[in-house]
Protein backbone atom coordinates (compact mmCIF):
# COMPACT_ATOMS: atom_id res chain seq x y z
CA UNK A 1 0.00 0.00 0.00
CA UNK A 2 1.12 3.54 -0.97
CA UNK A 3 0.32 5.69 2.12
CA UNK A 4 1.16 9.02 3.00
CA UNK A 5 3.30 9.66 5.89
CA UNK A 6 1.56 10.34 9.54
CA UNK A 7 4.08 13.20 9.52
CA UNK A 8 2.51 14.82 6.03
CA UNK A 9 0.36 17.78 6.75
CA UNK A 10 -0.33 19.53 3.63
CA UNK A 11 -2.35 22.36 5.85
CA UNK A 12 -4.25 24.56 3.13
CA UNK A 13 -1.64 24.38 0.78
CA UNK A 14 -2.84 23.01 -2.00
CA UNK A 15 -6.05 25.27 -2.18
CA UNK A 16 -3.74 28.13 -2.16
CA UNK A 17 -1.98 27.23 -5.22
CA UNK A 18 -5.43 26.22 -7.17
CA UNK A 19 -6.25 29.77 -5.92
CA UNK A 20 -2.95 31.67 -7.12
CA UNK A 21 -3.16 29.99 -10.81
CA UNK A 22 -6.58 31.00 -10.65
CA UNK A 23 -7.64 34.62 -9.54
CA UNK A 24 -9.63 35.52 -12.38
CA UNK A 25 -12.22 33.50 -10.97
CA UNK A 26 -12.24 35.54 -8.10
CA UNK A 27 -12.70 38.99 -9.66
CA UNK A 28 -16.20 40.83 -9.16
CA UNK A 29 -18.50 40.44 -12.65
CA UNK A 30 -21.07 42.34 -13.47
CA UNK A 31 -24.50 41.01 -12.61
CA UNK A 32 -25.55 39.95 -15.78
CA UNK A 33 -22.75 37.48 -16.46
CA UNK A 34 -22.45 34.57 -15.16
CA UNK A 35 -19.46 31.09 -15.12
CA UNK A 36 -18.47 27.87 -14.68
CA UNK A 37 -15.12 27.31 -15.52
CA UNK A 38 -13.79 23.57 -15.43
CA UNK A 39 -9.94 23.13 -15.42
CA UNK A 40 -7.61 20.05 -14.45
CA UNK A 41 -4.24 19.87 -13.12
CA UNK A 42 -1.26 17.35 -12.23
CA UNK A 43 -1.13 18.33 -8.42
CA UNK A 44 -2.83 15.34 -6.39
CA UNK A 45 -5.26 17.83 -4.60
CA UNK A 46 -6.48 19.56 -7.93
CA UNK A 47 -6.34 16.85 -10.87
CA UNK A 48 -9.96 17.93 -11.73
CA UNK A 49 -11.72 21.27 -10.53
CA UNK A 50 -14.91 22.67 -11.05
CA UNK A 51 -15.73 26.37 -9.46
CA UNK A 52 -19.18 27.57 -10.03
CA UNK A 53 -20.20 30.85 -9.41
CA UNK A 54 -23.84 30.89 -11.00
CA UNK A 55 -25.57 28.31 -12.88
CA UNK A 56 -24.79 29.83 -16.17
CA UNK A 57 -21.86 29.48 -18.88
CA UNK A 58 -20.99 32.42 -20.07
CA UNK A 59 -17.10 32.97 -19.00
CA UNK A 60 -16.18 36.58 -18.41
CA UNK A 61 -12.61 37.07 -18.35
CA UNK A 62 -11.23 40.07 -15.97
CA UNK A 63 -8.57 41.88 -16.18
CA UNK A 64 -8.28 42.50 -12.55
CA UNK A 65 -5.71 39.56 -12.51
CA UNK A 66 -3.37 40.66 -9.97
CA UNK A 67 -6.11 41.98 -7.28
CA UNK A 68 -4.81 41.58 -3.76
CA UNK A 69 -8.70 40.24 -2.40
CA UNK A 70 -10.38 37.27 -3.43
CA UNK A 71 -13.64 38.78 -2.61
CA UNK A 72 -14.55 35.91 -0.59
CA UNK A 73 -15.24 35.69 3.10
CA UNK A 74 -13.92 31.92 3.68
CA UNK A 75 -11.58 29.90 2.17
CA UNK A 76 -10.91 26.18 3.76
CA UNK A 77 -11.18 22.21 3.16
CA UNK A 78 -14.49 21.08 3.12
CA UNK A 79 -13.85 18.71 6.13
CA UNK A 80 -13.85 21.44 7.97
CA UNK A 81 -17.07 22.81 7.09
CA UNK A 82 -18.28 19.21 7.55
CA UNK A 83 -16.90 19.13 11.26
CA UNK A 84 -18.75 22.74 11.97
CA UNK A 85 -21.89 21.25 10.68
CA UNK A 86 -22.59 18.27 12.74
CA UNK A 87 -20.79 20.09 16.11
CA UNK A 88 -24.44 21.05 17.53
CA UNK A 89 -24.99 16.94 17.16
CA UNK A 90 -21.31 15.56 18.22
CA UNK A 91 -20.70 14.75 21.82
CA UNK A 92 -17.87 12.61 21.27
CA UNK A 93 -15.21 14.49 19.38
CA UNK A 94 -13.63 17.83 19.83
CA UNK A 95 -11.93 20.12 17.42
CA UNK A 96 -9.38 23.07 16.96
CA UNK A 97 -9.56 24.92 14.11
CA UNK A 98 -6.81 27.90 13.37
CA UNK A 99 -8.26 31.31 11.60
CA UNK A 100 -6.38 33.98 10.21
CA UNK A 101 -7.41 37.18 8.20
CA UNK A 102 -5.51 38.09 4.74
CA UNK A 103 -6.62 41.07 2.79
CA UNK A 104 -10.40 40.64 4.45
CA UNK A 105 -10.28 36.70 3.70
CA UNK A 106 -10.82 34.60 6.58
CA UNK A 107 -9.07 31.39 6.21
CA UNK A 108 -9.70 28.68 8.33
CA UNK A 109 -7.26 25.41 8.39
CA UNK A 110 -8.10 22.15 11.21
CA UNK A 111 -5.13 20.92 13.44
CA UNK A 112 -5.44 17.71 14.94
CA UNK A 113 -6.60 17.94 18.92
CA UNK A 114 -4.12 15.93 21.65
CA UNK A 115 -7.13 13.55 22.02
CA UNK A 116 -7.00 13.15 18.16
CA UNK A 117 -2.76 12.18 18.26
CA UNK A 118 -3.14 9.94 20.87
CA UNK A 119 -5.94 8.26 19.08
CA UNK A 120 -3.80 7.88 16.16
CA UNK A 121 -0.83 6.98 17.63
CA UNK A 122 -2.55 4.02 19.48
CA UNK A 123 -4.47 2.90 16.78
CA UNK A 124 -4.64 -1.02 16.58
CA UNK A 125 -3.63 -3.03 13.58
CA UNK A 126 -7.02 -4.12 13.07
CA UNK A 127 -8.38 -0.89 13.14
CA UNK A 128 -5.44 0.46 10.33
CA UNK A 129 -6.88 -3.03 8.79
CA UNK A 130 -10.70 -1.57 8.47
CA UNK A 131 -8.62 1.87 6.59
CA UNK A 132 -7.87 -0.01 4.12
CA UNK A 133 -10.69 -1.89 3.56
CA UNK A 134 -12.50 1.21 2.74
CA UNK A 135 -9.93 2.48 0.25
CA UNK A 136 -9.81 -1.12 -0.98
CA UNK A 137 -13.54 -0.56 -1.64
CA UNK A 138 -13.15 2.20 -3.75
CA UNK A 139 -10.59 0.08 -6.02
CA UNK A 140 -13.02 -2.64 -6.54
CA UNK A 141 -16.19 -0.49 -7.71
CA UNK A 142 -13.97 2.02 -9.79
CA UNK A 143 -12.39 2.29 -13.41
CA UNK A 144 -10.36 4.32 -14.81
CA UNK A 145 -12.60 4.70 -18.07
CA UNK A 146 -16.37 4.78 -18.16
CA UNK A 147 -16.63 1.32 -20.10
CA UNK A 148 -13.09 0.37 -18.51
CA UNK A 149 -12.58 -2.18 -15.87
CA UNK A 150 -11.49 -2.21 -12.07
CA UNK A 151 -7.85 -2.50 -11.52
CA UNK A 152 -7.82 -4.41 -8.07
CA UNK A 153 -3.92 -6.25 -9.07
CA UNK A 154 -2.35 -2.52 -8.05
CA UNK A 155 -1.49 -1.40 -4.78
CA UNK A 156 -3.59 1.08 -2.42
CA UNK A 157 -2.54 4.64 -2.73
CA UNK A 158 -3.77 6.88 -0.36
CA UNK A 159 -1.72 9.98 -1.76
CA UNK A 160 -3.85 10.64 -5.01
CA UNK A 161 -7.41 12.58 -4.48
CA UNK A 162 -9.74 13.69 -7.17
CA UNK A 163 -11.28 17.18 -5.89
CA UNK A 164 -14.08 19.58 -6.83
CA UNK A 165 -13.48 23.46 -5.86
CA UNK A 166 -16.69 24.97 -4.83
CA UNK A 167 -17.64 28.56 -4.32
CA UNK A 168 -21.30 29.07 -3.00
CA UNK A 169 -22.99 31.44 -0.10
CA UNK A 170 -24.50 30.51 3.43
CA UNK A 171 -26.92 33.66 3.83
CA UNK A 172 -24.65 36.90 4.31
CA UNK A 173 -20.81 34.40 3.97
CA UNK A 174 -19.89 33.58 0.96
CA UNK A 175 -17.27 30.61 0.78
CA UNK A 176 -14.58 28.42 -1.25
CA UNK A 177 -14.15 25.30 -0.40
CA UNK A 178 -12.41 21.85 -2.27
CA UNK A 179 -13.21 18.31 -1.13
CA UNK A 180 -12.42 15.13 -2.42
CA UNK A 181 -14.79 13.66 -4.45
CA UNK A 182 -14.44 9.28 -4.95
CA UNK A 183 -15.81 9.09 -8.04
CA UNK A 184 -18.07 10.00 -10.85
CA UNK A 185 -21.35 7.99 -12.35
CA UNK A 186 -21.93 7.63 -15.91
CA UNK A 187 -23.97 10.39 -16.40
CA UNK A 188 -21.00 12.66 -14.65
CA UNK A 189 -22.29 13.33 -11.71
CA UNK A 190 -20.37 12.89 -8.72
CA UNK A 191 -20.84 9.59 -6.35
CA UNK A 192 -19.40 8.89 -3.06
CA UNK A 193 -18.07 5.56 -1.50
CA UNK A 194 -18.36 4.42 1.96
CA UNK A 195 -18.10 1.36 3.46
CA UNK A 196 -19.73 0.56 7.20
CA UNK A 197 -20.33 -2.40 9.02
CA UNK A 198 -23.14 -4.26 8.74
CA UNK A 199 -26.12 -3.66 10.65
CA UNK A 200 -27.78 -6.85 12.34
CA UNK A 201 -30.21 -5.56 14.88
CA UNK A 202 -32.39 -2.12 15.42
CA UNK A 203 -29.32 -0.63 17.98
CA UNK A 204 -26.74 -0.62 15.35
CA UNK A 205 -29.67 0.58 12.80
CA UNK A 206 -30.11 3.74 15.16
CA UNK A 207 -26.24 4.45 16.06
CA UNK A 208 -25.65 4.42 12.11
CA UNK A 209 -28.71 7.24 11.26
CA UNK A 210 -27.61 9.15 14.47
CA UNK A 211 -23.43 8.97 13.95
CA UNK A 212 -22.69 8.07 10.69
CA UNK A 213 -25.30 9.43 8.05
CA UNK A 214 -24.86 12.97 9.70
CA UNK A 215 -21.19 12.41 8.56
CA UNK A 216 -22.13 11.38 5.17
CA UNK A 217 -25.07 13.78 4.41
CA UNK A 218 -23.25 16.69 5.29
CA UNK A 219 -19.58 15.85 3.81
CA UNK A 220 -21.72 15.03 0.46
CA UNK A 221 -24.36 17.82 0.40
CA UNK A 222 -21.81 20.54 0.86
CA UNK A 223 -20.01 19.88 -2.85
CA UNK A 224 -23.56 18.62 -4.35
CA UNK A 225 -22.65 14.86 -4.38
CA UNK A 226 -25.98 13.37 -4.54
CA UNK A 227 -25.42 9.68 -4.42
CA UNK A 228 -23.83 7.60 -1.82
CA UNK A 229 -22.78 3.91 -2.46
CA UNK A 230 -21.78 2.10 0.76
CA UNK A 231 -20.24 -1.56 0.92
CA UNK A 232 -21.87 -3.16 3.93
CA UNK A 233 -19.40 -6.09 5.39
CA UNK A 234 -18.70 -8.15 8.23
CA UNK A 235 -15.98 -8.54 10.69
CA UNK A 236 -13.95 -10.65 8.10
CA UNK A 237 -13.94 -7.10 5.72
CA UNK A 238 -16.03 -8.89 3.08
CA UNK A 239 -18.76 -6.78 1.32
CA UNK A 240 -22.06 -8.13 1.67
CA UNK A 241 -24.43 -5.61 0.46
CA UNK A 242 -24.24 -2.53 -1.54
CA UNK A 243 -27.17 0.64 -0.36
CA UNK A 244 -27.28 3.76 -2.59
CA UNK A 245 -28.30 6.40 -0.39
CA UNK A 246 -29.21 9.63 -1.76
CA UNK A 247 -27.94 12.36 -0.21
CA UNK A 248 -30.78 14.94 -0.10
CA UNK A 249 -33.14 12.26 1.14
CA UNK A 250 -30.50 11.31 4.21
CA UNK A 251 -32.48 13.67 6.35
CA UNK A 252 -36.08 11.86 5.99
CA UNK A 253 -34.46 8.93 7.03
CA UNK A 254 -33.82 10.06 10.66
CA UNK A 255 -36.94 11.69 11.44
CA UNK A 256 -38.33 8.85 13.05
CA UNK A 257 -35.13 7.45 15.20
CA UNK A 258 -35.34 8.67 19.28
CA UNK A 259 -32.43 11.46 18.84
CA UNK A 260 -33.18 12.91 15.16
CA UNK A 261 -30.62 15.14 13.61
CA UNK A 262 -31.98 18.16 11.95
CA UNK A 263 -30.31 19.76 8.65
CA UNK A 264 -31.64 23.45 9.57
CA UNK A 265 -30.17 23.54 12.80
CA UNK A 266 -26.69 22.44 11.78
CA UNK A 267 -26.73 25.16 9.37
CA UNK A 268 -27.82 27.58 11.51
CA UNK A 269 -24.79 27.06 14.39
CA UNK A 270 -22.64 26.97 10.87
CA UNK A 271 -24.10 30.50 9.80
CA UNK A 272 -23.69 31.66 14.10
CA UNK A 273 -19.75 30.35 13.82
CA UNK A 274 -18.80 31.89 10.74
CA UNK A 275 -19.90 35.24 12.16
CA UNK A 276 -18.42 34.40 15.80
CA UNK A 277 -15.19 34.54 13.39
CA UNK A 278 -15.94 37.99 11.47
CA UNK A 279 -16.96 39.62 14.81
CA UNK A 280 -14.01 38.31 16.84
CA UNK A 281 -10.83 38.29 14.07
CA UNK A 282 -10.61 41.66 13.23
CA UNK A 283 -6.75 42.35 12.34
CA UNK A 284 -6.33 41.73 9.01
CA UNK A 285 -2.90 39.81 9.35
CA UNK A 286 -1.60 36.62 8.14
CA UNK A 287 0.73 35.67 10.44
CA UNK A 288 -1.76 36.28 13.13
CA UNK A 289 -3.88 33.53 14.26
CA UNK A 290 -6.95 32.73 16.18
CA UNK A 291 -7.71 29.40 17.28
CA UNK A 292 -11.06 28.32 18.27
CA UNK A 293 -11.48 24.81 19.90
CA UNK A 294 -14.13 22.84 21.45
CA UNK A 295 -13.68 20.23 23.98
CA UNK A 296 -15.14 16.87 23.78
CA UNK A 297 -16.32 16.46 27.23
CA UNK A 298 -17.96 20.04 28.02
CA UNK A 299 -19.01 20.94 24.07
CA UNK A 300 -17.78 24.10 25.28
CA UNK A 301 -16.22 26.66 22.25
CA UNK A 302 -13.85 28.89 23.24
CA UNK A 303 -10.87 30.95 21.32
CA UNK A 304 -7.60 32.72 21.88
CA UNK A 305 -5.44 35.13 19.67
CA UNK A 306 -1.85 32.84 20.00
CA UNK A 307 -0.39 35.67 18.07
CA UNK A 308 1.95 35.91 15.33
CA UNK A 309 4.73 33.50 14.37
CA UNK A 310 2.79 30.37 16.59
CA UNK A 311 2.55 26.66 15.54
CA UNK A 312 -0.79 27.56 14.21
CA UNK A 313 0.24 30.01 11.86
CA UNK A 314 -0.38 27.83 7.92
CA UNK A 315 -0.53 30.85 5.82
CA UNK A 316 3.00 30.13 3.55
CA UNK A 317 4.76 32.91 2.60
CA UNK A 318 4.82 32.06 -1.09
CA UNK A 319 1.38 32.70 -0.96
CA UNK A 320 0.92 36.12 1.13
CA UNK A 321 4.29 37.51 -1.39
CA UNK A 322 1.85 36.78 -4.14
CA UNK A 323 -0.61 39.25 -2.73
CA UNK A 324 1.85 41.52 -1.94
CA UNK A 325 3.59 42.24 -4.98
Given at each position: ????????N????NI??????????F?????????????S????H?????S????????????????????T????W??C?????????????????????????????E???E???????N???????????G???E??????????K???S??V?????Y????????????L????E?D????K?N??????????????Q??K???????K???Q?F?????????G???????????????????????KD???P????????????F?T?????????????????????K?????W??V??D?????????Y?????K
Amino acid sequence: MIQKSDEQNELIDNILRWILQHRDVFAIQSKTSTSVTQTSSNDDHSSVTNSKQSSGTKRKHSSSQNSSTLNTDFVSWRGCLTRLLCSPYESREGWLLAVTRFNDTFYMCEFDTEEKKNMEANRTDFQKEMCYWGWKFEQYVTADKPDGKPDTSSAVNNCEAYCTVIRTRLNSHSLFFSGEVDCIGSKGNYIELKTSRELYNSIQDEKFKRFKLIKWWAQSFLPGVSKIICGFRDDDGVVRRLQEFNTHKIPDMVKDIKTPWKPNICFNFLDQFLTLIKDTVKVNDPRNVYLFSRDSKSNDITWQNVGPDSEFQFLPQWYIDEFEK
